[in-house]
């Protein structure tokens, strides 16, 4: 009687060992690029130990805060400066002076991509606009025109 052929069991890609912090008998074996690596430390001491934290972990009430410190670290800026830019611009978008409860939505950080230096905070319409403008003022100007 013919049947499905036998299927040959691939090699583990896990090994379970110690780790050397939490001493638990954890995954320390796995497979990355197709070559197999191997650390002294768990998953989750690696996390510790390098300072991440997977988003996951984090309770629903505290992604917002999360988002928004990556995204301030992701520019440079600290919520002091961030709270500063804002009050600058009297709490309103830089080109369109509509504000966050307006848009619904908290304001983008707009940045030169060439040096990445912060100009400013952009609602979502005006930070999406000047980037399908290319970042380039004289194509906004002969948008403008056009508009005249």
Do not use: W
């Amino acid at each position: 009687m013919a049947g499905r052929p036998r299927s040959v069991k691939p090699e583990p890609t896990t090994v379970r060992g110690l780790c050397i912090t939490c001493k638990k008998n954890k995954q320390i074996r796995f497979k990355q690029n197709g070559k197999i690596r191997y650390r002294a430390y768990c998953q989750g001491c690696s996390n510790r130990k390098y300072g991440i934290v997977l988003a996951r972990s984090i309770k629903k009430q505290d992604q917002t805060l999360y988002n928004y410190k990556k995204r301030l670290l992701k520019y440079g800026i600290t919520p002091e400066q961030h709270q500063q830019m804002l009050e600058d611009q009297s709490l309103c978008c830089a080109i369109c002076l509509r504000t966050e409860t307006e848009e619904g939505r908290k304001f983008s950080i707009d940045h030169d991509h060439l040096t990445g230096k912060v100009r400013g905070l952009l609602c979502f319409q005006c930070n999406t606009g000047i980037g399908k403008l290319q970042d380039d003022p004289e194509i906004l100007r002969r948008a403008i025109a056009y508009l005249e």
